[in-house]
């Protein structure tokens, strides 16, 4: 545990502390009456009521919409099943941005609805509340499907030999079966969009504002660090709790019933009604996933002289956008790149040393550390990153003018994928196998090499490619310490989408397809090395 608890001190902890202190202190004394004074303002109250009704409600439409596609991929079994899994879970590893960028091009000025009919939804509450739906339809299907599967039907079909029907049947045994993962799951997707920051920025405009958003307006725009430090305690209380409460409802799913293999639980549709369930999902899937998607690139490729790929060509060129950049956009890809690799060795060697520790030790101060590893998910990366350039700037660690700062940030996004991944699996490795290694002269690193690195290679690819994915679309931090001359991918996509012109919105839009090709072609290749299908993510 020790590299890994000094990794998110001093790259975590510090850089968080010291920006909430630099805007509570005032002479070296703390001023903790500024807490109530910007909790007491209208605008600030204005925010937190936006951030909480939000993301309440952008849960509730999730877990409506996402349940019945759980259930289709638990219980049933179809030709492209494995592809359709990818599908749906594309756009959770896509970046906020992107995912803003998407349905910018979907419903806004000049987007696909506003051309076919007039329509415009950006600006508004409901682009945000589909864009959310759009980008936690994976959590709900992933983790309560992955239960599902694991849910022996026969206890249903014993209670309906009782004499319950088909309904009273689900509620009573099924249902308290699934409470644990809804929950889990309900929890995660509250978390997601309780912090949202890319999607709310390019969709919400100035009318709209959640907590993140309005932090990195008053540390960025105002440069108001009282009031910036007050919002971000309020969320890194908000996340602490919503995690303590997922944390148990993770242990409760562990213990809730004796599971079996998925393949003994999956069957083609039968009847009216399963096929009936079955397309309205297929449908839901087009309409939510597929086709924002898919206008994105058709966005990309439509330029005045008729579609081609003229905007992907001026992305080679700093020119052809103004001022924005100081190297062509093109280079972004390659610096995205290269930074993700790094931040994803990175993420495996810390993210492995904890879920190892984690499956050696037991007791409250595990469970605490095992929750610290998941606050980087919700709290301010706005924070973090603006905490990297004031704390990260004197020997032996002044790395403001360093390259690694970027993979740094990156690195604490993808280490909670990396050990919700290779947890369930190295706790499933049976002691009596490193026992015996040990009992035949192995030493400690021998035993590992032998017996659980073969058992856990298949996770550490999943995990690997998972932070891969995330580290690539990271956003929040990297808004504050990418260099002009070496912006990231999310970086590039916002700046050229603050700037007015057609070029500016078609190369916006090129490099946003680009960034979603990579992060699909990274998960289709994760669907083929995964075994588990259960777990959180």
């Known amino acids: 545990m020790?590299?890994?608890?000094?990794?998110?001190?001093?790259?975590?902890?510090?850089?968080?502390?010291?920006?909430?202190?630099?805007?509570?202190?005032?002479?070296?004394?703390?001023?903790?009456?500024?807490?109530?004074?910007?909790?007491?303002?209208?605008?600030?109250?204005?925010?937190?009521?936006?951030?909480?009704w939000q993301a309440l409600a952008s849960t509730a439409l999730t877990l409506v919409i996402a349940l019945p596609g759980a259930y289709v991929f638990a219980r049933f079994d179809f030709p492209g099943k494995q592809l359709l899994r990818a599908v749906v879970t594309v756009?959770?590893?896509?970046?906020?941005?992107?995912?803003?960028?998407?349905?910018?091009?979907?419903?806004?000025?000049?987007?696909?609805?506003?051309?076919?009919w007039g329509v415009r939804l950006d600006t508004t509450v409901w682009a945000i509340l589909l864009a959310h739906i759009f980008f936690n339809y994976a959590v709900v299907v992933r983790t309560v499907g992955g239960l599902w599967s694991q849910l022996d039907p026969r206890q249903e079909e014993a209670a309906r030999v009782l004499g319950a029907g088909r309904l009273a049947a689900w509620r009573r045994v099924t249902l308290p079966a699934l409470a644990p993962a809804v929950a889990a799951a309900a929890l995660m997707v509250f978390l997601f969009t309780f912090t949202s920051f890319g999607v709310v920025q390019i969709l919400g405009g100035p009318a709209y504002s959640t907590l993140e958003v309005e932090i990195y307006r008053q540390t960025a725009q105002l440069l108001d660090l009282p009031t910036a430090a007050v919002l971000t305690l309020v969320q890194f209380a908000a996340v602490g709790g919503i995690l303590a409460v997922h944390a148990w409802t993770v242990r409760r799913r562990e213990t809730a019933l004796k599971l079996v293999d998925p393949a003994q639980t999956s069957r083609r549709p039968r009847g009216a009604g399963q096929w009936a369930l079955f397309g309205g999902v297929l449908l839901t899937v087009a309409l939510l996933i597929v086709v924002p998607l898919g206008v994105l690139v058709e966005r990309s490729l439509d330029t005045s002289g008729g579609y081609g790929f003229g905007f992907y060509r001026a992305l080679q060129s700093a020119e052809a956008s103004g001022s924005t950049f100081l190297v062509p956009p093109l280079e972004a890809i390659w610096n995205s790149l290269q930074y993700a690799l790094v931040a994803t060795l990175i993420a495996l060697v810390i993210g492995g040393l904890a879920a190892a520790a984690l499956t050696r030790r037991a007791g409250p101060?595990?469970?605490?550390?095992?929750?610290?590893?998941?606050?980087?998910?919700?709290?301010?990366?706005?924070?973090?990153?603006?905490?990297?350039?004031?704390?990260?700037?004197?020997?032996?660690?002044?790395?403001?003018?360093?390259?690694?700062?970027?993979?740094?940030?990156?690195?604490?996004?993808?280490?909670?994928?990396?050990?919700?991944?290779?947890?369930?699996?190295?706790?499933?490795?049976?002691?009596?196998?490193?026992?015996?290694?040990?009992?035949?002269?192995?030493?400690?690193?021998?035993?590992?090499?032998?017996?659980?690195?073969?058992?856990?290679?298949?996770?550490?690819?999943?995990a690997a490619g998972f932070a891969f994915a995330v580290s690539l679309g990271e956003f929040g931090a990297t808004v504050f310490i990418a260099r002009p001359d070496n912006p990231t991918l999310p970086v590039a996509v916002a700046r050229l989408l603050g700037r007015s012109g057609e070029l500016n919105y078609g190369q916006a839009m090129a490099l946003s397809t680009i960034l979603m090709l990579v992060c699909a072609v990274s998960l289709l290749l994760l669907e083929r090395i995964r075994t588990d299908r259960s777990g959180e993510f």
């Open 365 to 462: 101060l595990v469970r605490g550390f095992d929750a610290l590893l998941m606050l980087p998910l919700g709290v301010s990366a706005v924070t973090v990153g603006f905490g990297f350039l004031i704390t990260l700037d004197e020997p032996p660690l002044d790395l403001r003018t360093s390259w690694i700062l970027v993979p740094l940030a990156q690195a604490l996004v993808g280490v909670p994928f990396v050990v919700r991944t290779m947890l369930p699996v190295l706790r499933a490795v049976d002691d009596r196998l490193r026992e015996a290694a040990a009992v035949l002269g192995a030493s400690p690193p021998r035993a590992w090499r032998e017996v659980d690195l073969p058992l856990v290679r298949r996770a550490v690819l999943v």
């Open 2 to 52: 020790a590299l890994p608890v000094a990794f998110f001190a001093l790259f975590f902890a510090y850089p968080v502390v010291a920006i909430v202190g630099r805007g509570l202190k005032t002479d070296g004394d703390w001023q903790f009456g500024r807490i109530g004074e910007v909790l007491s303002r209208p605008d600030i109250l204005d925010v937190l009521w936006f951030t909480t």
């Open 91 to 116: 756009p959770f590893v896509l970046p906020t941005v992107v995912v803003g960028t998407a349905f910018l091009a979907l419903l806004g000025r000049g987007g696909f609805l506003d051309e076919l």
